[in-house]
C-alpha cells in the first residue's frame, strides 16, 4: 500500500498567528469604535490564510482588504506608502493595478508582516477610513509579536 504522507511546506506566517492577527485587529477597532471591518491576511505567495468579515460590512469591503495586502506585499512597502510615494505618477499607477489584475488598491490599509526584517505576508483591511484600517492591521501584526513594515528602513 503506498504512503499518504507529503512534504510538509514551511509556513512562517501560521493559521493561529493569522487568527491572532485578525482577533487583535478587530480588538482595536472595537476599543476605539470604527466601523465594521474586513480583515485578510495573505502569506508570502499572495495566498489567504485567515479572512474574517464582521456583520454589517458591505460587499466590497473584501475585495479592498485584498487589494490592500496584495499591493503591499507586492511591493514590499505598506499601501499607505505606496500612494504617497506615486503621487503624480498615474500611468504607473494604472499599470501596477492592470498588471495585478485590479489587486492593488494604494491607500491606507495594507501593511508587510515582517519577522526578521523580512516579509512573510500582510494585513489588508477594509470597513472605516482607511488610517484607522491601518491602525488595527498594525495593532494585529504587533499583537502577534511581529514588526509592521509601513516603510522601508533608511
Known sequence: MPKSE?????TPLSLDKAKQIIEAGRARARERGFMPLTLVVLDLGGNTIALERED?????????ARGKAAGALGFGIASRTIG??????????????????????????GVVVLDQGEVI???????DVSDADEECAIAGIEAAGFKAGIDTPD
Open 6 to 10: 507529503v512534504f510538509k511546506a514551511r
Open 56 to 64: 454589517g460590512c458591505g460587499i466590497m469591503r473584501e475585495p479592498v
Open 84 to 109: 504617497e510615494r506615486n503621487q503624480g505618477r498615474d500611468a504607473f499607477m494604472a499599470a501596477a493595478a492592470a498588471a495585478a489584475d485590479g489587486q492593488f488598491i494604494p491607500v491606507p490599509g
Open 121 to 127: 505576508g500582510a494585513v489588508g483591511i477594509s470597513g
